[in-house]
C-alpha cells in the first residue's frame, strides 16, 4: 500500500515540497528513499501519485508523476450532529466518523450535555481528521463545525432536509431510513447521556424530523452516533 501525505497546497504544477509534520513523518518514520512513490491529497477530493526526487531534516521535494481526477461529491451530504462524549471517546467518533464517509459534523449542545469544547479542542480533532483519511483512502476533509445550540440548529439546519433524531420512541432505523431523494442533505442527530429532553423532541418533531430507535439496548453517545451515520451512509 503506496503511503499518503496530507498536502493542502496540491496544485496543477510539476513538483511539490512536503515541510513540517508530513515531511519529518516521511523522512524519519517511514525512512524513505529517493525515488519511492507516494500518494499526495490536498483534502478537498483531489489526489496526485509523486516520486521523492530530494529530501533533508526539514523538507522532501517530490516531483508529480500522476493525478486523479477529484473526488466526486455525493449529491446527498451527510451530516452528524452529536453531543460531545468525554475524553478519548471524542477523538475516536470523530475518527470513526471520516471513515465512515461522513461530511460534517456538528458538536450539539443541549439541555442534558455534559462536555462543552472549545474552539482549541475541536481544532485539534482535525489531525485526526487527516489520519483517518490517510487511513481510509478517503481524499475529503470531514468538517467539524463550531459546538451549536440544538435550538439553533433545528433553525438553521432542519428546512429542507431530511432528519433523524435517535430516541427510545422512534421507529426502528433500519425501517425508516429510505433513499434520499431531492435533497442537498440527511441529518443524523444523537442527544447526550440521558438523551433530548421532552422540549428538545417536540422542537425536532414539529420542524419535520422523524425518531429513529436503534434498538433496545442503552448505547452510549458515539456508539449511537457511528450506528446511524452507518445506516445512513448506505442509503447515499
Known amino acids: 500500500m503506496v503511503e499518503r501525505f496530507y498536502f493542502p497546497q496540491l496544485s496543477d504544477g510539476p513538483a511539490a515540497e512536503l515541510s513540517g509534520a508530513e515531511a519529518r513523518h516521511l523522512v524519519k518514520v517511514l525512512r524513505k528513499n529517493v525515488g519511492d512513490e507516494v500518494v499526495l491529497f490536498d483534502g478537498r477530493g483531489h489526489?496526485?501519485?509523486?516520486?521523492?526526487?530530494?529530501?533533508?531534516?526539514?523538507?522532501?521535494?517530490?516531483?508529480?508523476?500522476?493525478?486523479?481526477?477529484?473526488?466526486?461529491?455525493?449529491?446527498t451530504s451527510l451530516v452528524?450532529?452529536?453531543?460531545?462524549?468525554?475524553?478519548?471517546?471524542?477523538?475516536?467518533?470523530?475518527?470513526?466518523?471520516?471513515?465512515?464517509?461522513?461530511?460534517?459534523?456538528?458538536?450539539?449542545?443541549?439541555?442534558?450535555?455534559?462536555?462543552?469544547?472549545?474552539?482549541?479542542?475541536?481544532?485539534?480533532?482535525?489531525?485526526?481528521?487527516?489520519?483517518?483519511?490517510?487511513?481510509?483512502?478517503?481524499?475529503r476533509l470531514m468538517a467539524i463545525?463550531?459546538?451549536?445550540?440544538?435550538?439553533?440548529?433545528?433553525?438553521?439546519?432542519?428546512?429542507?432536509?431530511?432528519?433523524?433524531?435517535?430516541?427510545?420512541?422512534?421507529?426502528?432505523?433500519?425501517?425508516?431510513?429510505?433513499?434520499?431523494?431531492?435533497?442537498d442533505a440527511i441529518i443524523a442527530a444523537v442527544g447526550p447521556e440521558g438523551g433530548f429532553d421532552d422540549r428538545e423532541i417536540a422542537m425536532a418533531v414539529n420542524a419535520g424530523a422523524l425518531l429513529v430507535n436503534l434498538g433496545p439496548q442503552t448505547l452510549r453517545i458515539e456508539t449511537a452516533a457511528l450506528a446511524m451515520a452507518a445506516t445512513l451512509r448506505l442509503t447515499r
Open 47 to 75: 489526489r496526485a501519485t509523486a516520486a521523492v526526487v530530494e529530501m533533508d531534516k526539514r523538507s522532501v521535494r517530490l516531483q508529480i508523476l500522476a493525478r486523479q481526477d477529484a473526488e466526486s461529491e455525493q449529491s
Open 145 to 183: 463545525d463550531a459546538k451549536t445550540s440544538w435550538q439553533d440548529f433545528v433553525a438553521n439546519e432542519f428546512p429542507g432536509r431530511r432528519v433523524y433524531v435517535a430516541h427510545p420512541t422512534g421507529a426502528p432505523c433500519n425501517q425508516v431510513v429510505d433513499e434520499p431523494g431531492a435533497i
Open 80 to 139: 452528524l450532529a452529536t453531543a460531545v462524549p468525554k475524553g478519548e471517546r471524542f477523538r475516536w467518533l470523530v475518527e470513526k466518523a471520516t471513515e465512515l464517509g461522513v461530511d460534517r459534523l456538528v458538536p450539539l449542545e443541549t439541555a442534558r450535555s455534559v462536555v462543552h469544547p472549545g474552539d482549541g479542542k475541536l481544532e485539534k480533532m482535525e489531525q485526526t481528521v487527516i489520519a483517518a483519511c490517510k487511513q481510509s483512502n478517503r481524499d
